[in-house]
């Protein structure tokens, strides 16, 4: 009795400590979301009009797309399932939008 309850402490710190010290899983989900972030961001910017934003610079983003074909549809859809995206974007930094 004394002996299984040792162990299951030991499994207990054990486990805790695994999950205290293991920061790689939540680092790699906090960068693959940055980057995510940066290229919505970025895409938003020189290919707004796809979403119905008129961007005076399209004629000369247009350049771009050969490069930014491949993230086109992930983008749309990103964007299309974050209904309040400069509101999320705002408060980021503080300010209520």
Known sequence: MKNNNLKELFNNIKLFLHAATDV????KALLIKESHNEMDDFILLCF??????????????LELLPLISEDLDGWQNRMISRL??????WSDYGFDA
């Not at 790689?24 to 680092?27: E, G, H, T, V």
């Not at 309040?84 to 974007?89: G, H, L, R």
């Open 48 to 61: 707004g009009d796809l979403l119905g934003i008129p961007i005076p610079t399209t004629y000369y983003s």
């Open 84 to 89: 309040y995206v400069w509101q999320e974007k």
């Open 24 to 27: 790689s899983s939540k680092s």
